[in-house]
């Protein structure tokens, strides 16, 4: 039996077009000031490729980063909320194009909570001996299912991925201790209506998105509070013993409630929202890539982990660093420019989105 689950390689995809707060307030009763002061975010990306090609890039970069031949990998997890498609899955997607053929491979869909409840799964998988080699992806392209109208959920998220390969590993390192839990009393306060929930013949082109913003940040500061108390009971580490507290990227002042919660200081709470607003499963791989890359996570380190999504999920997780904080190869692969800027992608869909409302109300 395999005792831990290492990090060995860390990758990020990031699509090249960026929509600033100035952007949005072009089609938006909105400002730079009003999203700054409320959510921490200033900018976002909008991408010009599917969920699964954002996700074999990032896996790509994960790979290099450990060094490893995609066939050594046996086995394959992408969260995510916005698949290419229903059926087949992202993770069959990834496999082709990698050439990742002897892995097995699957969609998880706990919302912005998928990569810490698939380094749950893996985790267990490694150490049972089921797996020797996993790599594990949040992907998502929010942009395309956002409804471009509605100011309080449209100015929060963008597009992007990270991934990560764990290996077994007798170091104790990787996620040390977790806890995931869901809260489905609340699960309408955060819903989509999007898929198999439609009336095919009478679809007519909105996507319901309830966003009910208190009582997420309410119930979401509860679950990921419990969470994190019940990692810190099962490992007996206090807040001293964190170097540094790396949390799903939902709302800048969320972010800093549950540290104060926590009792984590400012200077150890890793924040990129800035840059990328939302981007759901895969804020916290993309958040671990830029801290490793960027020298913020050192030999060693422990970190804190703590999630929410739709559902409500919920978890948090202790994860320990290994030894090596530097890729093996070059980790920074990106995608090709897009021939279109952020604006000219969303406009489109600001205006068929208000003219379907407008047609739905008359």
């Not at 020797?132 to 992907?139: D, E, F, H, K, T």
């Not at 964190?242 to 990227?249: A, F, G, K, R, V």
């Not at 607003?277 to 380190?301: C, Q, R």
Request: aromatic residues 6%; proline residues 3%.
């Amino acid at each position: 039996m395999n005792k831990y689950a290492e990090i060995t390689g860390w990758g990020k995809c990031l699509p090249p077009a960026v929509m600033t707060n100035d952007d949005l307030a072009t089609f938006l009763e909105t400002s730079d000031e009003w999203i700054v002061s409320r959510t921490g975010i200033s900018e976002r990306r909008v991408s010009h490729v599917g969920t699964s090609k954002l996700a074999t890039v990032a896996a790509k970069n994960a790979l290099a980063a450990a060094d490893l031949d995609p066939e050594s990998i046996d086995l394959i997890i992408v969260g995510t909320c916005t698949p290419d498609e229903i059926i087949p899955n992202v993770a069959s997607a990834v496999q082709r194009d990698l050439g990742a053929k002897n892995a097995a491979a699957f969609d998880l869909n706990a919302a912005c909570s998928s990569f810490l409840y698939a380094m749950h799964m893996a985790t267990q998988a490694i150490r049972t001996g089921a797996h020797q080699r996993v790599l594990l992806i949040g992907a998502e392209r929010l942009t395309r299912i956002l409804d471009w109208t509605k100011r309080e959920s449209a100015v929060l998220f963008g597009d992007g991925a990270g991934a990560m390969v764990l290996e077994a590993s007798d170091q104790e390192s990787g996620l040390i201790a977790s806890h995931i839990s869901c809260d489905a009393d609340a699960r309408d306060v955060l819903s989509l209506d999007f898929g198999l929930s439609f009336d095919r013949f009478g679809f007519d082109g909105i996507m319901q998105f309830d966003f009910i913003g208190q009582e997420i940040f309410k119930r979401a500061v509860k679950g990921m509070n419990a969470a994190v108390e019940n990692v810190f009971a099962q490992t007996g580490l206090t807040t001293d013993d964190i170097d540094s507290l790396i949390p799903h990227q939902a709302n800048k002042r969320l972010i800093d409630y549950l540290a104060k919660l926590c009792k984590v200081p400012s200077e150890k709470t890793v924040i990129n929202i800035q840059k990328y607003g939302n981007t759901s499963s895969a804020t916290l791989p993309i958040a671990f890539a830029e801290a490793a890359d960027s020298g913020v996570i050192k030999p060693g380190d422990k970190i804190m982990s703590a999630v929410f999504g739709g559902g409500l999920t919920c978890g948090a997780g202790l994860i320990q660093w290994g030894e090596r904080v530097t890729p093996k190869q070059n980790n920074q692969m990106q995608l090709e420019p897009s021939d279109l800027s952020a604006l000219e992608m969303i406009v489109p869909l600001h205006e068929k989105t208000a003219a379907a409302w407008q047609k739905r109300e008359q």
